[in-house]
């Protein structure tokens, strides 16, 4: 079993900043990449940023400049700072983790269960 665990979420004004966090736990033999996606109403979940174990990132263009992922590998723990928050921004932010359970198991996928990010004054 393999849970992700967000938090950080929150109402923020305009211009302001959130720090995300995410810990995976359970049976984890190697986590190779980890990230965040974001849904907002009536849109599709998207690509926010990712980080792999080596610290390679890669961000959406909408963000960049403005958002920074960084990751404790010895935590399992993956982090997304988001700096001049707009109401754009708005939106369930779910942390995603690629990961093996043991050395001879499969490359999987798990999900965090989503924390809200609202911008509004």
């Known amino acids: 079993q393999v849970q992700l665990v967000e938090s950080g979420g ?3 004004q305009p211009g302001g900043s959130l720090r995300l966090s995410c810990a995976a736990s359970g049976s984890i033999f190697r986590i190779y ?3 965040w996606y974001r849904q907002a109403p009536g849109k599709q ?8 174990s080596g610290g390679s990132t890669n961000y959406s263009d909408s963000v960049k400049g403005r958002f920074t ?9 993956v982090y997304l700072q988001m700096n001049s ?3 754009e921004d708005t939106a369930v932010y ?3 983790a690629g990961l093996r359970r043991g050395v001879y198991s499969d490359y999987a ?3 965090g269960q989503g924390t809200q990010v609202t911008v509004s004054s």
């Open 10 to 12: 929150g109402l923020v």
């Open 69 to 77: 992922i960084s990751r404790d590998n010895a935590k399992n723990t």
């Open 33 to 35: 990449v980890m990230g």
């Open 109 to 111: 996928t798990y999900w």
């Open 94 to 96: 779910y942390c995603n």
């Open 45 to 52: 979940r998207e690509l926010v940023a990712a980080i792999t």
């Open 85 to 87: 928050l707009n109401p």
